[in-house]
Every structure is written in structure tokens, then in C-alpha cells.
């Protein structure tokens, strides 16, 4: 695998130390799964998908930095191909993009992107070759070419005024999994092997008595994924609701999905916690536990984390709240197991893709917290036209929209709520598909902003 083109000491021991992950993960899993043995559980060793492939990226340098680009399948790509290796000088245009204006003319297929995100290459009218380093608005139609899949040093690598750029074609080993979502049964396999639901229930800001009614309410409904946090303070809640869909026969623990998570403060007592989310969720095991969000101490948590799967506490493990490669990176080398999720701010007007398809490298699935924008903000989206129009072909709440197209773009997603007719309608977005036109449309809504900053 190849990170951005920093080629700092440290960055080259977590290159390292990332690669070494891939050859224990498998072992790691399938020893903590033995551990915690449930005969109706896929073994995780025979479950586990190849997780090496190749993939032809054309690779762009500016300095002494190098990134990598995924490249559309179009006439233009074929085209631009056969012109590599390359070297062009590009010029600087409005403090957000280079360009270069190609001898020859490519084939084009230009379309109005309406938003353009940091690290979209495209061609311009049929010979203008454009790397854009910002994010904005544009009314303008272009060629998609690919995207730049780390962006975090790209605006510092092209510099001010014009830049010399390379531009050549790399077959890259790439580690992936079967993240395939399965609308049939509604589940994704992680990369440890276990199945995890599409949809699911977030319990932010319940307190434990609505929390409870809550899950159960939701179990009922048919959710089998629920989400909650020791800094949410609803852990007992949430394991009483569970309990109560069990003991009415309902469910068995083995049907639902339980997510946690753990403060980067609770480092010097990570390990510990876990113990204490078992004994106030009430249950053996726990499916998913995750760093709740970057910060001083998270890389111990993590150790914490994997020492967790080992002992059989924890299913599978993740991050929460990390947007970046380069900070994926940095806490997942202070363990030996790749993070199965890393859940996140994802919504409409904020995609990520470049981190969704980062992960999906290591097999790691994205989940979406604030599906609709959140507090505050959900009107944005709810009155959105485009999402509102696309409601109305498919005679369906925007709501219904918004998560069916989470799943549909590949995100797991946790909408939020105590209102029982809320909970029942989030649910009921199996029934309806939105056709490629109006993913098309959905993408575009992309800003490149998010709401919140934790």
C-alpha cells in the first residue's frame, strides 16, 4: 500500500507496521472468535474473502510528494493512458486549481458536476487537464478523469503559480474484503469475519428509561443493530431494552448487533471499561467497540481495543470520528487488528468518499452518525428539491431517501431517535431502490463541509 508521497521516518514505520497488520489480522480474529465460540457465527477464517488485489492507478508527483488517483472507466481514461508517462507544467487558476493544455485532444464526456470536490481530476472542453486542490461550487461541465485518494498534502505540494506535475500509471497491491452490502438479508460481512446489520438505531442523548423503550421498540420494528457509548450514559438502558426483546422471544442475543464506544481520556482505564460496558449492557460479549474520536491517549485505547478481541470481550473493533487517511493511519498502527468500521459524520452535502475508499482497503466498512446533517440541521436535507423530488417518484419521506441512499452508496447508518413512528419509518426503506440517475443526483448534492467539528 502507498500513503500520501510523505516519506518521513515515522510515516515509514507506520507504512510498516500498517503492512504487518494485514498478515496477523486474520489469525488475530479467528484466535479471539475461538475464544468466544458461538456456534451459529460464520468462523471467521473461512469467511474471510482474498484480501489482495491489484489495481492500475495513475500516480500524480509534485515536489518530492506522490499521490495516488483512482481512475473512472471512460473513453478519456483509455485515452489519457496511452499519453503516460508525462511531465507538464500547469498553471495556477483562481487559488483552486492547475491546469495544462494538452497537445492533442482527448475524447470527452462533459457533464455540469455542479460540486467539486478536493482532489477531482478532470478534463476540461476535450484538452485542458485540471487537478482542483479545493473544494466549491462550480456551473461548469467537465470529463471525470479520477480522484486523488489522500488529499491532505495536496494543496501544500502544488504550491502557489505554476508546478511541474508527473503523471504515470502504477499497478498497486490494494487489501480489500467482501463489504458488499446484502439488501437480501440486510447485513454486511466486516473483515473480522462477522455479520453486521445495514441499518440500525443511535441512541445519542436518550437518556436510560427512553433509551430502553427505545431499543425495544426498534427490535420489534426488526432492527438488529444498536448503537450507544459510555459517554452517552444509556448503556444500562439499552441493555434492559435488549433483555426485554429476549426474554419476550423476540430475539436472541445472538440476533442483535451491539455497538460501544470509549473515550481517548479513558486511556490509562480503557481495558477496564470494557468490563464495565459488559456489566451495564449485560451481555458476554460485545459486537463493536470503538475510540469514540481522536484524541491524546487514543492510541493506547486501541491497544486496549485489540487486547479486548483477543480475550473474546469484543467482537470487532474500530475508530469513531477520524476523517483522514493519515489519522486512520496513525491510530491503527498502535495496534496488531484493522478497525472492522470506522463511523463517522456522513451525509448528502458531506460524502467522504476519499475516506470510504481508503478503508475499503483494509476491508473497513464507513458508518454514518448524523444521517440527516443532525440537530439542527435536519430541514437542510429534509428541504433539500433534489431529495425531495426523488421522495416523491418513489412515494417515500425524504427521510426514506436519505438512508436508502447510506446504504445504497455503501455507508451502514444509525439514524436516531425516541419517537416510535420515526423509528418504524427509518426502517422501511427496503422496499424501494433509488435508480443509478438518482444516486447520480444524490452525489452531486456533495459540499464538502461538515456540520460539527468533534
Known amino acids: 500500500m502507498l500513503l500520501s508521497g510523505c516519506n518521513s521516518q515515522s510515516e515509514g514505520k507506520n507504512k510498516e507496521v500498517i503492512e504487518r497488520q494485514h498478515e496477523l489480522m486474520s489469525s488475530s480474529y479467528s484466535s479471539s472468535a475461538e475464544s468466544a465460540a458461538d456456534p451459529e457465527k460464520t468462523d471467521p477464517s473461512s469467511a474471510a474473502p482474498e484480501m489482495i488485489e491489484s489495481e492500475t492507478v495513475m500516480e500524480l508527483s509534485a515536489g518530492n510528494k506522490t499521490f495516488q488517483v ?21 498553471s495556477e487558476l483562481n487559488g483552486n486549481e492547475k491546469y495544462h493544455y494538452l497537445d492533442s485532444s482527448l475524447p470527452s464526456i462533459p457533464v455540469k458536476v455542479g460540486n467539486i470536490n478536493k482532489g477531482d ?53 490494494v487489501q480489500s474484503a467482501n463489504n458488499k452490502f446484502d439488501f437480501a438479508k440486510k447485513t454486511v460481512t466486516l473483515n473480522s469475519g ?42 444500562k438502558g439499552v441493555g434492559s431494552g435488549l433483555k426485554k426483546a429476549i426474554f419476550e422471544g423476540i430475539v436472541k442475543r445472538e440476533d442483535v448487533f451491539i455497538t460501544t464506544k ?31 474520536q481522536s484524541g491524546k491517549g487514543d492510541e493506547e485505547v486501541y491497544k486496549a481495543l485489540c487486547k479486548g478481541v483477543k480475550d473474546g470481550k469484543l467482537r470487532s473493533i474500530g475508530i469513531s470520528n477520524y476523517y483522514t487517511p493519515k489519522e486512520f493511519d496513525r491510530v491503527v498502527s498502535a495496534g496488531d487488528i484493522m478497525p472492522a468500521v470506522v463511523q463517522n459524520e456522513n451525509h448528502p452535502f458531506y460524502q467522504n468518499a476519499e475516506l470510504r475508499e481508503y478503508a475499503a482497503r483494509y476491508g473497513t466498512v464507513v458508518e454514518s452518525w448524523y444521517p440527516f446533517g443532525g440537530r439542527g440541521h435536519t430541514q437542510d436535507l429534509f428541504g433539500d428539491q433534489t431529495i425531495k423530488d426523488i421522495a416523491k417518484a418513489h412515494n ?59
Open 121 to 173: 481530476v478532470m478534463l476540461y472542453q476535450d484538452n485542458c487537464l485540471v487537478i482542483f486542490y479545493k473544494s466549491f461550487s462550480s456551473s461548469y461541465s467537465y470529463t471525470k478523469i479520477g480522484h486523488i485518494k489522500d488529499t491532505s498534502e495536496l494543496e501544500q505540494a502544488l504550491g502557489e503559480g505554476s508546478v511541474k506535475v508527473g503523471f504515470s500509471l502504477k499497478t498497486v497491491k
Open 194 to 235: 462477522y455479520e453486521m446489520p445495514l441499518l440500525g438505531l443511535g441512541t445519542w442523548t436518550l437518556d436510560d428509561a427512553t433509551a430502553e423503550n427505545s431499543v425495544y421498540t426498534a427490535i420489534k420494528d426488526g432492527y438488529r443493530l444498536i448503537d450507544t457509548a459510555q459517554y452517552y450514559g444509556n448503556e
Open 396 to 454: 417515500k419521506t425524504p427521510a426514506q431517501v436519505i438512508l436508502r441512499w447510506h446504504l445504497q452508496a455503501g455507508y451502514v447508518t444509525i439514524p436516531g431517535s425516541k419517537d416510535p413512528d420515526h423509528i418504524l419509518e427509518n426502517y422501511n426503506i427496503f422496499d424501494f431502490e433509488l435508480s443509478g440517475e438518482e444516486m447520480k443526483k444524490m452525489l452531486e448534492l456533495n459540499t464538502g463541509k461538515r456540520y460539527e467539528n468533534w
Open 262 to 292: 470509549v473515550m481517548p481520556s479513558n486511556y490509562d482505564r480503557a481495558y477496564k471499561s470494557i468490563d464495565e460496558s459488559l456489566e451495564k449492557l449485560g451481555v458476554e460479549y460485545i459486537d463493536l467497540m470503538l475510540i469514540h
Open 70 to 90: 483512482s481512475l473512472e472507466e471512460n473513453e478519456t481514461v483509455s485515452a489519457l493512458k496511452k499519453l503516460l508517462p508525462a511531465q507538464l507544467e500547469m
